[in-house]
């Protein structure tokens, strides 16, 4: 024994980052967790954990943890419980769950995202039970479907650049991504490179940390790049910097698309994006000689009305330029394709009995608030089961939101840490487990090792992993098939059955284990599409357009000018440095500096406006208090509200979603949260 450590545990992180730590969990003889820390073994991870968990311990046992079940006992969100038995709490659930079933099992609704990561606690015993009770589908949209979409209609699937091999990239295009804050382990591929000669390039609206520490600082229009990376492309093409045979052997459509992009000269694409036509020209030229060339994209750029064709232009450029070739090159948003993992066998779709209807996440206050015609087909929902998730607070258009989780009748189930915005809507409120407390298995979506996550210490109070309370509830309805029987160990197998060589034994043991992804993947093509090669034209996307296009944001001074000379400022609302969407927010609140909005001097100045003023943001859907900063981080015309706060711990009970719009993108139906034009105003009293 080491200071009181009895045991060191395996574990991961679970949480939504593409980062996917490997963490050791000290444990005394106790059985209480005394210290997290990051592997310093793991390959990618390599010993570092993010400043949010790194005290994990200390979200665990935080005192505001929910421990037991609880029912309502004030009006819907006032917040106020009091505790029951499980027996009460699964048997209310049974029976609430069964008379909404027996009238339309479509009017229950779950609703999850990734609060955890984990195969198991987040996609496994629960999608089972919904699928056997016949519930309403789910369409998990509210992050990364557009994303999702643009690159299997190009690339094939969510694949990209071995981010292991980015040390070895000549030039670093950082396209709508802030890897300091969301994807910090990734840094130190780029610095390996930077110290190697490669140039680091950033391309945000904002100066953000990563922009700071990047060799330029390219200042885009929010909802642009589109635009931008067809102007790339042509010229790209106009100056013959393209690798044409990379282009001859492993790519489709090239004619189609030279022609395409010929629509789109600097000179346009400069009255687009806000960009000078020299920048696009030199930004191009380096792009394009200095190879192996890798893109870092990020999500952030995608929450816009033409977020999967931005992304789908985008991963058009490595295949122009055969940057593919080389390990270092190519371009990365997901890694999560690679994994060959049986997402069949966690969550059984061949449960399903008819063809339930499908609800789109990103309008959950549309499928709440708008029985009949104008919302969803089929019945209105009278049950919603919420876990791994907090709309109240992430969702878009949140006063809708709100109003339909105030709805008498609605039965509200929250499984949960902590009594979010959510949790206080709440009919029954579960106490989860944390992943300190319960088994998991996990994939990553920024590098590609399966991480394998064991319980360091026992559950807190009376939290029952999710798997569990969905094992219980299928028991009380009387599911009978023997995958409810499953145990978490069980399930992890069955997702390991189709990973060739991968065996749980050796995953509890070691922690991970590595895919087979080669150096230079797509080096002589193989892209997972329907031809094999990189689609610049997808026989697919024939309804929308088969070739690269620029969408415009819905909200913008070009595309929408009456609504932008009432709402003249784009708003975008990216994470804050120390939370991670709304988790951590109780936690760590005092490392931000409160709700902020941060605005350019000249956009402060003709409002009147300086640092520290509280402000309110608004547009016709709502509004929400900040207090201004002003600073030359963001450009004119875009303001930025560091996101995702909790409502009941700022002023006025509202955050940055109370502006956000329920329209989707282009393609795979995705929330548009940064497409948002606002004006500010100084709040007088
Ligand atoms: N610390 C921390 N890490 C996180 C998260 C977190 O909340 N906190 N969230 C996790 C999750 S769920 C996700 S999806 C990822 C998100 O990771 P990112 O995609 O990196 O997240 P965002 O901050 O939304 O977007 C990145 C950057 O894009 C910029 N941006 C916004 N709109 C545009 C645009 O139109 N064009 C361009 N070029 N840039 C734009 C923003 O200013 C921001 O700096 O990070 C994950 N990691
Ligand atoms: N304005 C604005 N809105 C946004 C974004 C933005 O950038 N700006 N980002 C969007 C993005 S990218 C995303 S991904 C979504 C994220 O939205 P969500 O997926 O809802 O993520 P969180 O807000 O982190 O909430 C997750 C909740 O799950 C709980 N949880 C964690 N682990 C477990 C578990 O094991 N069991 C149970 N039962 N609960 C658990 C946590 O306590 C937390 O309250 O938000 C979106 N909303
Ligand atoms: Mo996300």
């Not at 395996?10 to 003889?29: E, G, I, S």
């Not at 089972?128 to 309403?136: E, M, P, T």
């Not at 990734?186 to 680091?200: D, P």
């Not at 088994?439 to 920024?446: A, E, K, T, V």
Request: proline share 7%.
């Amino acid at each position: 024994m080491i200071n009181g450590i009895e045991k060191t545990i395996r574990a991961a992180c679970p949480h939504d980052c593409p980062d996917t730590c490997a963490m050791l969990v000290d444990v005394n003889a106790e059985g209480r967790a005394v210290r997290v820390k990051g592997d310093p073994d793991h390959p990618f991870t390599h010993g570092g954990l993010c400043v949010k968990v790194a005290h994990y311990e200390k979200r665990t046992y935080h005192r505001d943890r929910l421990l037991y079940p609880m029912k309502r006992k004030g009006p819907k969100g006032s917040g106020q419980f009091q505790r029951i038995t499980w027996d009460e709490a699964l048997d209310t659930i049974a029976s609430r769950l069964g008379d909404a079933a027996g009238d339309n099992p479509q009017s229950i609704l779950p609703y999850s995202y990734a609060g955890t990561m984990g195969l198991l606690q987040g996609a496994s015993m629960d999608r089972r039970f919904f699928h056997k009770l016949g519930a309403s589908l789910l369409d998990r949209t509210i992050c990364s479907s557009a994303g999702m979409f643009g690159m299997r209609y190009t690339v094939g699937a969510s694949v990209g650049t071995n981010p292991e091999t980015v040390d070895q990239a000549r030039y670093i295009l950082i396209w709508g991504s802030n890897v300091i804050t969301s994807n910090i382990h990734l840094w130190r591929y780029v610095l390996r490179a930077r110290a190697k000669g490669a140039r680091v390039v950033t391309i945000d609206p904002l100066r953000t940390r990563t922009a700071d520490q990047s060799d330029e600082h390219i200042a885009i229009m929010p909802g642009t790049d589109g635009a931008l990376a067809l102007g790339m492309m042509h010229v790209i093409l106009r100056d013959g910097l393209q690798d044409q045979d990379y282009i001859d052997r492993f790519t489709i459509g090239f004619p189609e698309l030279k022609a395409r992009v010929e629509e789109y000269p600097p000179s346009r694409v400069s009255s687009i994006t806000g960009l000078s036509e020299e920048t696009i020209e030199r930004l191009t030229h380096e792009y394009a000689k200095n190879a192996p060339a890798f893109i870092r994209v990020n999500y952030g750029l995608q929450r816009h009305a033409g977020g999967g064709m931005t992304v789908r232009n985008i991963f058009c450029l490595p295949a122009l330029v055969g940057a593919w070739r080389h390990p270092g090159g190519g371009a990365l948003l997901s890694t999560s394709g690679f994994y060959p993992l049986n997402f069949a066998a966690l969550e059984r779709a061949d449960l399903i009995q008819g063809k339930p209807r499908t609800i789109n996440m990103s309008r959950l206050g549309d499928a709440l608030c708008n029985a009949g015609p104008a919302g969803p087909a089929g019945p209105p929902v009278r049950a919603m089961v919420v876990y791994n998730s907090n709309p109240a607070a992430v969702a878009p258009n949140q006063q809708r939101v709100l109003e339909g989780l105030r709805r008498e009748d609605l039965f509200t189930v929250v499984l949960e840490h902590f009594q979010t915005d959510t949790a206080d809507y709440a009919d029954i409120l579960l106490p989860a487990t944390t992943q300190l407390e319960h088994f998991d298995l996990h994939r990553s979506y920024g590098h590609t090792y399966v991480m394998v996550n064991n319980p360091a210490i026992e559950p807190l109070g009376e939290c029952k992993p999710n798997t569990d309370i969905f094992r219980l509830l299928a028991r009380r309805m009387s599911f009978s098939d023997a995958c409810f029987e499953d145990s978490d160990e069980d399930m992890a197998r069955q997702a390991l059955s189709t990973c060739k060589g991968m065996t749980l034994e050796e995953l509890k043991e070691k922690g991970w284990a590595r895919l087979n992804v080669g150096d230079a993947p797509f080096a002589n093509g193989g892209f997972p599409t329907p031809s094999g090669k990189c689609e610049f034209y997808s026989e697919r996307l024939r309804d929308l357009d088969p070739l690269p296009v620029y969408i415009p944001p819905r909200e913008d001074r070009l595309s929408n000018p009456l609504l932008a000379e009432k709402y003249p400022l784009a708003l975008i609302s990216p994470p804050a440095h120390h939370f991670l969407n709304s988790t951590f927010v109780n936690v760590l609140a005092d490392k931000e500096a409160g709700p902020t909005l941060e605005i350019h001097p000249e956009d402060a100045a003709t409002r009147h406006i300086a640092t520290g003023n509280p402000v309110q943001v608004f547009n016709s859907r709502g509004d929400f208090l900040a207090t201004a900063v002003v600073t030359d981080r963001t450009r004119t015309g875009v303001v930025s509200a560091p996101s995702v706060w909790w409502n009941k711990l700022v002023p006025g009970g509202r955050n940055a979603n109370s502006t956000t719009s329920e329209e989707l993108t282009d393609i795979g139906g995705g929330a548009t949260f940064y497409d948002n034009l606002v004006d500010v105003r100084v709040v007088s009293d």
